[in-house]
């Protein structure tokens, strides 16, 4: 284990026993935090500033201003600063408030700071930075130009005093405050991604280095077929899908209300990808690319290997074509083949009959009425009726679906927003 030399500067006077010199270790904090502080004198006085910082090697890269009075000093001899990265993994709370603390893990860099001057160190430097922010993000955006570039500057400290200090574990109480009536335990905190806004007028999907890593049930892939090519589905879809379903008899039977504009549109577009329990796609023609629909994996099951296709709305041009059908193909497919599914389901209105004979047509079996199940955009109540198709008789549908494609077979498209 590769351990930095222990001095007078990185030696902890309080509770010694949590430190450590482990350089692996202080990478892996200073990598996983996004904001650290470094402390230098100015003018006799302490400053301690807060900054974005980025590690390549053994050099620690702080950000800053050309204008700021750290970086100035730093240009001639350099300038002595004290860096402190801090992650907090949870909230210890013990029966006495005197013992209650938090669950953490810190480091403490000291050293000389340098400004960055060299183009080559800056251009790596600034990478680092912006892929710190995303892995492969310097990569798919501008790089700064001279102005830019001018505004900015960089120190690097050497990652050579350097300490760290951990505390895990639970509550630490006093023996005679063990019978005390208080909740005594451990909060744990996590730093998450959210899930991406897009900037207004975003007409670029969401790269995939933004995309939270998922299990296989739950994440996006793209199924291609002759008559459709389904994609993830993506805040940019909206105006094509707006175009592709603006007609009455679409949104007949659908959980929504039919969107009077390409913003209502987006709105439904947003829901869907705001729901963990669903993976959406969008359905577009394999030769044009056009949008035609969207359709939808949702009540995922991962432990019991089932889940559910629905929120399907396709454009009337494309009603009784193959694109429902081999739709359905692609995510049936997928679901058994790929995910090793053990059930699949569909949800639709019982007034949308049209809907219950298309699940009919793909070998789903009719299980039952789920009575006053959810409530319809009019206010009414629906009764939705439950179709499946377990593993034992997709073998049989395959075979079925794939030859009504090759005969031309088609079936209907529309399945209603469950």
Request: hydrophobic letters at 40%; one cysteine or more.
């Amino acid at each position: 284990m590769e351990t930095y030399e222990q001095t007078a500067r990185n030696t902890p006077r309080r509770k010694p026993e949590r430190a450590s010199y482990d350089v692996a270790l202080a990478h892996a904090v200073i990598d996983e935090a996004y904001v650290c502080h470094f402390g230098y004198l100015a003018g006799g006085e302490p400053r301690v500033l807060p900054t974005l910082h980025a590690r390549v090697g053994d050099t620690l890269y702080l950000h800053g201003s050309t204008g700021s009075r750290p970086l100035l000093a730093a240009r001639d001899a350099g300038l002595p600063v004290c860096v402190v990265v801090t992650l907090i993994d949870g909230l210890v709370l013990a029966r006495a408030q005197f013992n209650h603390s938090a669950n953490y893990r810190s480091v403490v860099v000291h050293g000389t700071a340098r400004l960055v001057t060299d183009e080559a160190e800056r251009a790596k430097a600034f990478d680092a930075l912006v892929d710190k922010v995303a892995a492969g993000r310097a990569a798919d955006s501008r790089p700064p130009d001279r102005r830019e570039s001018a505004q900015t500057a960089l120190l690097a400290l050497p990652l050579t005093e350097v300490s760290v200090k951990v505390r895990t574990g639970g509550a630490i109480d006093d023996a005679e405050d063990a019978h005390l009536p208080h909740w005594a335990g451990v909060v744990p905190l996590k730093l998450t991604r959210g899930l991406p806004v897009p900037a207004p007028a975003q007409d670029v999907p969401l790269p995939g280095y933004l995309r939270p890593e998922l299990g296989p049930w739950h994440s996006p892939t793209t199924l291609r077929g002759r008559h459709v090519v389904l994609e993830p589905l993506d805040h940019p879809h909206a105006p094509g899908l707006f175009e592709a379903l603006d007609d009455a008899e679409v949104w007949a039977h659908l959980g929504s209300p039919r969107p009077g504009s390409v913003p209502d549109m987006a709105k439904i577009v947003a829901a869907a990808l705001a729901d963990p329990d669903r993976v959406p796609f969008v359905q577009r023609e394999p030769d044009s690319g056009r949008i035609i629909g969207s359709t939808s994996f949702y009540a995922i099951d991962p432990v019991n290997r089932a889940v559910a296709i629905g929120h399907t709305m396709v454009g009337r041009a494309w009603w009784r074509t193959g694109v429902n059908t081999e739709s359905k193909l692609l995510m049936l497919r997928h679901a058994f083949e790929t995910l090793g599914a053990l059930r699949v389901e569909w949800h639709t209105d019982i007034r949308n009959q049209r809907s219950q004979n298309a699940i009919a047509r793909l070998g789903a079996q009719r299980e039952g009425i789920m009575r006053a199940h959810k409530r319809r955009p009019d206010g009414s109540q629906r009764d939705t009726v439950l179709y499946s198709m377990i593993a034992d008789e997709w073998p049989t549908a395959r075979e079925r679906l794939a030859a009504a494609l090759n005969a031309g077979g088609v079936s209907c498209s529309v399945s209603p927003i469950p």
